[in-house]
């Protein structure tokens, strides 16, 4: 027959109610001590627990999101093969080796360039389909192979099939993964974190055409290619893929590394919210800002790609170039990370026509260059004015147009911006064939960025619809 359990007054230790369950009960409870003995060893005595307030905060830890911004900076580095400064270095060689001319190599940059622009779109679509890791992981793998088919190039049209890659996945897409990244991880710093996170594309610039030199120079273009997709891929691909998030509810913590509930709850709503593509197209902020980043691709990518020809056609040399080259990644590193953290205190719409300003007088400035003063100037100038707007730019996608379709949006952004670089150098070249000189292609770079740095003054926040995703659980703060 069952024996029924003891109850409390029958075992030799009797367990108090919880804290909670005071306001129902007597309590301390009333005890017979006559017919009661209690041994108890005070050190092994469990400690009864003091209430604590329901929305006490959570004790917090170390945010993730500071190990997402290497991360990110590092997929920004890797897309430097693809970049017109990675690919420049190796133009030449690529030039006399497959025999064609300069008209040819740079139709095939165009045209490479412009088709690779395409697919960026969808690429976005799947990072806000299937994740951010996934879709870096896959690009980064494409990317790789992209680099070493890079050494198989024939003719013209291998030539124009790996530029497509190369743009695409490069400076494409592996950078817009990159600048899509920090968004899902901060908002209040999020221009300062993303102005640390632009100074990897700064040393690059610096870095990685002393690095192609070397390359090439002891393995030819070919073997430079393959040794370039392969290290990137053994460096990315595994840290990748051990490190990577998505978010931060991946790791048990919200945007911002907020702790207590309320804020949580704020903070997850933030990740739910955002427009559609659709709705963005029609807002008047989105075209005028893709507008003033489109100018900076189309004018800095035509000056790069012909950099050395514009320099010595001012009775300058290379290596006045390469010093103003090197002054224009010094001064980028520095405004991006300036104008990044001003961007979480300013208006966008100053430091965006601040920036556009700077552009046009850049280009003026480079366009009257006769000195090595006037070089580095130059230089000067072109790096402080894209740090300047960039900096303001990166972050104002999340906060105007919110992170739930941010993929497709910065997606169809960075098509735009591919395919304006792609017509940059065309437009320096015909004007140089039939003039004989840079210089009216820099005067008109030089007016060019004005209308849109009027225009940028104008540009506000639109207004922010409600969430209509389902809010899901809050999520819990580990201590």
Same mark, same amino acid.
């Given at each position: 027959m069952p024996v029924p359990p003891e109850s409390p007054a029958?075992?030799? #230790?009797?367990?108090?109610?919880?804290?909670?369950?005071?306001?129902?009960?007597?309590?301390?409870?009333? #005890?017979?001590?006559?017919?009661?003995? #209690?041994?108890?060893?005070?050190?092994?005595?469990?400690?009864?627990?003091s209430p604590t307030p329901a929305d006490a905060p959570a004790k917090r830890r170390f945010y993730y999101g500071w190990v997402m911004l290497p991360l990110a900076i590092m997929a920004l580095i890797a897309s430097s093969p693809g970049q017109t400064f990675g690919i420049s270095i190796f133009n030449e060689p690529m030039r006399i080796g497959l025999g064609l001319s300069h008209s040819q190599i740079a139709a095939a940059y165009m045209l490479g360039t412009l088709l690779g622009a395409i697919p960026i779109a969808w690429i976005g679509a799947q990072m806000d389909r299937h994740g951010l890791r996934r879709t870096m992981l896959s690009v980064v793998t494409m990317f790789s192979v992209a680099c070493v088919m890079t050494s198989f190039v024939q003719g013209w049209m291998t030539l124009v099939v790996v530029f497509c890659m190369l743009r695409m996945l490069g400076p494409g897409a592996l950078a817009f993964l990159s600048g899509n990244t920090l968004s899902f991880w901060f908002e209040k710093r999020l221009g300062m974190v993303e102005g640390i996170r632009q100074l990897g594309i700064a040393a690059a610039i610096a870095i990685v055409p002393i690095l192609n030199v070397w390359l090439l120079n002891s393995f030819g273009w070919r073997t430079s290619y393959i040794l370039l997709g392969t290290g990137t891929w053994l460096l990315l691909f595994p840290t990748f893929l051990l490190l990577l998030k998505n978010r931060p509810e991946d790791v048990g913590q919200s945007l911002d590394n907020h702790t207590d509930p309320e804020t949580i709850t704020t903070a997850a709503d933030q990740l739910r919210w955002g427009f559609t593509v659709s709705e963005v197209l029609r807002m008047p902020a989105f075209w005028i800002v893709t507008a003033g980043t489109g100018a900076f691709s189309l004018i800095h990518t035509a000056v790069f790609f012909s950099f050395v020809p514009i320099f010595e056609e001012r009775g300058l040399t290379q290596e006045h170039a390469a010093a103003a080259m090197t002054m224009f990644a010094a001064c980028l590193a520095t405004m991006q990370l300036t104008s990044g953290t001003l961007s979480d205190r300013l208006p966008p719409r100053m430091l965006l026509t601040t920036g556009l300003l700077g552009l046009g007088l850049a280009m003026t400035v480079l366009?009257?260059?006769?000195?090595?003063?006037?070089?580095?100037?130059?230089?000067?100038?072109?790096g402080t004015s894209q740090g300047v707007y960039f900096g303001a730019a990166h972050p104002l996608w999340a906060r105007y147009f919110g992170r739930l379709h941010l993929g497709k949006i910065r997606g169809t952004l960075m098509t735009i911006n591919v395919a304006s670089s792609s017509l940059g150098p065309v437009v320096a070249g015909v004007t140089r064939d039939l003039t004989g000189e840079f210089g009216i292609a820099l005067t008109i770079f030089a007016i060019a960025p004005l209308p849109f740095a009027v225009l940028s003054w104008f540009v506000t926040a639109p207004q922010r619809k409600t969430a209509v995703v389902p809010a899901g659980p809050v999520l819990a703060v580990e201590g």
């Open positions: 029958e075992g030799s #230790v009797h367990t108090p109610p919880r804290p909670t369950d005071r306001a129902n009960s007597t309590y301390p409870p009333k #005890v017979d001590r006559m017919s009661i003995t #209690v041994t108890e060893d005070p050190t092994t005595r469990p400690a009864t627990p366009n009257f260059a006769s000195s090595p003063a006037t070089a580095l100037l130059a230089g000067a100038a072109m």
